[in-house]
């Protein structure tokens, strides 16, 4: 399998040729060359088969350049009962109303990110050790990511991580999540401002790029492509606990922010997996939903964000929705990049052509969005119909569920936080008297463990110090 840019860069890439990287080099994003089909007899044979195995089948039509002995390995040491707490790995839960929810937060930091992060982590570390490298991560975090990435890396040869988090500016238990990890490779960087000031920290050291090459600084965001291709397995999973022959239809409602989750979606109904519709589920930050209603694509600044209850899909400008778009334009590089590029560089934003915009629904793809009063009355109504506690960013696509669902159509609803992750939104959805969330046993008391971070001026110089000090070089 070799990989291309959205943009048109068609320079052949193998899998590990991107593993490591961002954007492509036009700025596009990588998306491989064609889509591997998956037909009835291969769903077939792949039906029952354990997490790991799955995994293994779905990755090796996409990686050539791992030994099938090496990734099943890998594969075999991440998606274990005793990192993501289950044996099914993402098991299903009915709710009384007929709704299936998967569950995908049970990994070390209680959100879906861990389903994808962790094997990053141990593909990190082989590719790193291949090449004799080290590896200086650098990130900016409000809660989710950071976590997950720190737990993936920690203790990870080869790999130093350097997350930069808003000081005083995380929940309690956020902050615990991470700077109770006693490994020496990982370390937080409480910076004096909030979360954009973090994030243009991490922009300018990445756009100076003599020292970019110097410290081999790479990020694990949402864009990179093994991220996306890790999620693309739930699907998959999902699909076959909650169908028994392949000749059923399921759908998935998906919360989102910037488009990673349900993107692996788009590529798992692509790859021939009968989904019949993807639910793409917004907060009030509903840019992707004004899309699919619309045509229309405005990314908003971040000062037009809205803070919300479901913090994670706060986003405005969705990273990855250009790899739909460029699929959706029947993979028209030259046009993707008028529309990504030069459009929202000078209009802000750009419209899809009418013919275009018909081509949607071929893809499944529909949408809705939900309110801070939608995501309270939804995790009542689940709690109280059936005892079952969901989190905010889950309740956003439950709400949409019930909102778009047809008679007799299986939906899916992907988990993507436990509720113990957002405990006062719970506490204010379900009132005086109920309980707290519960919290796994392995957490509880983390806010009294010992915290390792360093308190550092929103200043890049500063920040560039510190790598240096503490970094290793490439
Ligand atoms: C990251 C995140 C999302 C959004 O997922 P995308 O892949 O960015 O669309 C939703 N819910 C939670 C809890 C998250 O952490």
Redesign the pocket.
Known sequence: MRYLSTRGDATPRAFCDILLEGLAPDGGLYLPAQYPRVDAATLARWRGLPYAELAFEILSLYIDDIPPADLRRLLQATYTEQVFGRPQITPLVRLPDGLLVEQLSNGPTL???DMAMQLLGALFEYELARRGEHLNILGATSG??GSAAEHAMRGRRGISVFMLSPHGRMSPFQQAQMFSLPDANIHNLAVQGVFDDCQDIVKAVSADLDFKRRWRIGTVN?INWARLLAQVVYYFAGYFQATKSGDERVSFAV????????CAGHIARTMGLPIERLLLATNENDVLDEFFRTGHYRPRATTETHETS?P??D?SKAS?FERFVFDLLGRDAARTRVLFADAIARDGGFSLAPEEFARIPAWGLVSGRSTHADRLKTIRQTWQDGGVMI?P?TADAVKVAHELRRPGETMVVLE??LPAKFAATIAEALGPGAPPPPRPPALEGIERLPRRFSVLPADVVRVKDYIERHGQHG
Do not use: V
Not at 255 to 262: A, Q
């Open positions: 959100a879906f990110k989710d990511t949402s919360p989102t922010g910037n488009f990673g989750n349900i479901s994670s899909m986003i990855n989190d960013h993507t936080a």
